[in-house]
T-cell receptor
Framework: KNQVEQSPQSLIILEGKNCTLQ??????????LRWYKQDTGRGPVSLTI?????NTKSNGRYTATLDADTKQSSLHITASQLSDSASYIC?????????FGAGTTVTVRA | GAGVSQSPSNKVTEKGKDVELRCDPI?????LYWYRQSLGQGLEFLIY????????KSGLPSDRFSAERTGGSVSTLTIQRTQQEDSAVYLC????????????FGPGTRLLVL
């Protein structure tokens, strides 16, 4: 049973625009939450990691937020580029066990 | 190597055949993980190695699946008597020591069982 739900399933945005991806989780106990970017045909690559006490973490044009009370996280992509086209996966850690969301597929069009 | 490597990158096999998937973790990483990613689904944990031992094999879907790790490095995931539902991308990841650290993923092996 998937304990990490992501939305939307997919989205298409124009180059230069912003977008926000959502992640809701029920994983417990909570260790940390990561956002991964997975390009087509590649393995996932970590973008951000947040622990219980962190609310916001940025990595360039990617900004992740975490509300541990409501068990929600978001990933905001600013000024999107064509290279941002990928699947973005929310991963919640309970010790070594990782729970993966199904991902949001982002397509950036010129 | 610079990253996690996996081989083969693609594998097509007939139902009932055995397959072996290989993972070379980042040098020095003691923790190694296998995951399965089915089309449109999230990654599914299969097994975790710490050194050569597997503290957690709970994710292996059936006794047709097995994995081993030798020399604290290379790992092999074996699927016996493959079924069509085994078709998926099999991803390997490694982390330096503790399981809670960032895991670095390989490119995956795409398995298609006909």
């Amino acid at each position: 049973k998937n304990q990490v739900e992501q939305s939307p399933q997919s989205l298409i945005i124009l180059e230069g625009k912003n977008c926000t991806l959502q992640c809701n989780y029920t994983v417990s106990p909570f260790s940390n939450l990561r956002w991964y970017k997975q390009d087509t045909g590649r393995g996932p690559v970590s973008l951000t990691i947040m622990t219980f006490s962190e609310n916001t973490k940025s990595n360039g044009r990617y900004t992740a937020t975490l509300d541990a009370d409501t068990k929600q996280s978001s990933l905001h992509i600013t000024a999107s580029q064509l290279s941002d086209s990928a699947s973005y996966i929310c991963v919640v850690s309970a010790g070594y066990k990782l729970s993966f969301g199904a991902g949001t597929t982002v397509t950036v069009r010129a | 190597g610079a990253g996690v490597s996996q081989s083969p990158s693609n594998k097509v096999t007939e139902k009932g055949k055995d397959v072996e998937l290989r993972c070379d973790p980042i040098s020095g990483h003691t923790a190694l993980y296998w995951y399965r990613q089915s089309l449109g689904q999230g990654l599914e944990f299969l097994i975790y190695f710490q050194g050569n031992s597997a503290p957690d094999k709970s994710g292996l879907p059936s006794d047709r699946f097995s994995a081993e790790r030798t020399g604290g490095s290379v790992s092999t995931l074996t699927i016996q008597r493959t079924q069509q539902e085994d078709s998926a991308v099999y991803l390997c990841a490694s982390s330096l020591r503790a399981p809670g650290e960032t895991q670095y993923f390989g490119p995956g092996t795409r398995l298609l069982v006909l």
